[in-house]
């Protein structure tokens, strides 16, 4: 249908229009209401199927979609508390196994020190070896008692006292591994514990059995410890004998025991 048809068909309706409203204004009130609600009923299903309708399914997808996302992102809301409680959780867990571990890294030092206050320190080492020559019954010339002699004294160097045992310690290899063993737990650094270091000496005694034997009982009968790595005892021409101890003390201090 082109414009122009369009066109006559609606001044043809226009021009209908007063004829059509004297017809209406004829007839009695009770048609005239009739006339009014079709026309109004007529005029709403035409407004319903051409545009309510559409609008209507419209509206409902969107409240759909709306539904739908808050849904979702009551989800998103809940998985997202969730893991903020994960991470809460987490954390309390790494600070208490940091505060462990700083606690038995404490006692391990208190511990620590407790044993190195009763091991003679690699400083008072030779002191103390001197000090039981002169206490030795023998130290002096008597009758039938001949004097100890200190052969040789060498040093052993110092060691690192490990968990897996102990190693030689260089000063580059010492700081390396002072390094790698820092303790950490989950990227958060715990204070190291002071290394632990072994001093050793080899001490070559010539005497009699009985001195020697008096020396080694002075020894071991001291308040601090010595640590005992080995003896060796050998008569060459009787009564004399060579006893070689090996001896070790524990220190805190790397310093090396010089002779």
């Known amino acids: 249908m082109n414009t122009a048809a369009l066109r006559l068909k609606l001044d043809t309706l226009l021009a209908t229009l007063p004829t059509l409203g004297r017809r209406f204004d004829a007839r009695n009130v009770r048609e005239r209401m009739m006339i009014a609600v079709a026309v109004v009923a007529v005029s709403l299903l035409l407004l319903d199927r051409l545009w309510l309708n559409d609008a209507f399914k419209r509206y409902r997808t969107h409240q759909a979609e709306l539904s739908a996302w808050k849904e979702q992102r009551r989800t998103i809301d809940s998985e997202i508390q969730g893991l903020a409680q994960e991470l809460r959780n ?4 790494k600070a208490q196994q940091v505060e462990q571990v ?4 404490a006692d ?3 511990a620590l020190h407790d044993t190195q206050q009763g091991v003679v320190s ?3 080492m030779l002191p103390l070896l001197q000090q039981l020559l002169q206490r030795s019954p023998c130290a002096s010339a008597q009758a039938g008692c001949s004097r100890l002699r200190v052969r040789s004294v060498k040093s052993l ?4 006292v ?4 102990v190693q030689q310690a260089s000063p ?3 700081q390396a591994a002072s390094a790698a063993a820092a303790p950490s737990l989950g990227g958060l650094p715990v204070a190291p514990g002071p290394a632990l270091w072994r001093h050793g000496i080899e001490i070559t005694l010539e005497g009699s059995y009985a001195d020697l034997s ?5 020894l071991e009968s001291l308040q601090q410890r010595v640590l005992r790595g080995g003896m060796s005892f050998q008569v060459e021409a009787y009564p004399k004998a060579t006893m070689t101890l090996t001896l070790y003390t524990l220190s805190l201090d790397h310093s090396w025991l010089e002779i």
């Open 172 to 174: 580059v290899a010492a």
């Open 162 to 165: 490990t968990l897996g045992g």
């Open 108 to 110: 391990a030092q208190a």
């Open 214 to 218: 008096a020396y080694v009982h002075n």
């Open 102 to 105: 700083r606690k038995r890294l």
């Open 122 to 124: 690699a400083q008072q």
């Open 157 to 160: 160097g110092r060691t690192e």
């Open 90 to 93: 987490l954390q309390d867990s």
